[in-house]
């Protein structure tokens, strides 16, 4: 007979009802809010890696004081010249992550210069989003070749 008063007491009580409605939404919430960071953060990686290709393959085309060594395309200048703008980016990449080819054929068409940046992205969370741990992204960018400097 107690127990049945006490059943019918508990089932009129909401007093913890927005407690346990929070903890079942809490973790749900956390890994939207989570892997919507870390989307970004990917995104914006991907963005400064294309910016750092397009630039350094214009360097290198036209060529640049930045890329060449008396008007002569220079890989080694282009390389030292593209981790520096990736530096400037916060992007850690190294001289393995950068390729450089100035004698590439981009659409069809050859006289290009050719930038080609590996990385794999480093996320906060890769247990969660595997996805983004283990592929690296690689971008790349071409620019005509000039023949004047």
Known sequence: MKARRLSWRFRGDASGAT??????????LLLSLLGSVEFGRMLWTRQSMSEVAIMASRCIGLPQTECSASGVRDAAKTRTFALS????????????????????????????????????????????IKQLADNPMTVSSCFPNSTST
């Open 85 to 128: 703008l990736a530096s400037n980016w916060k992007l850690p990449l190294t001289d393995a992550n950068v390729a450089i080819d100035t004698a590439a054929t981009c659409g069809g068409a050859a006289g290009f210069s050719k930038i080609t940046i590996t990385y794999k992205f480093a996320t906060a969370v890769p247990q969660l």
């Open 19 to 28: 407690a346990v409605e929070f903890s079942i939404i809490v973790i749900p």
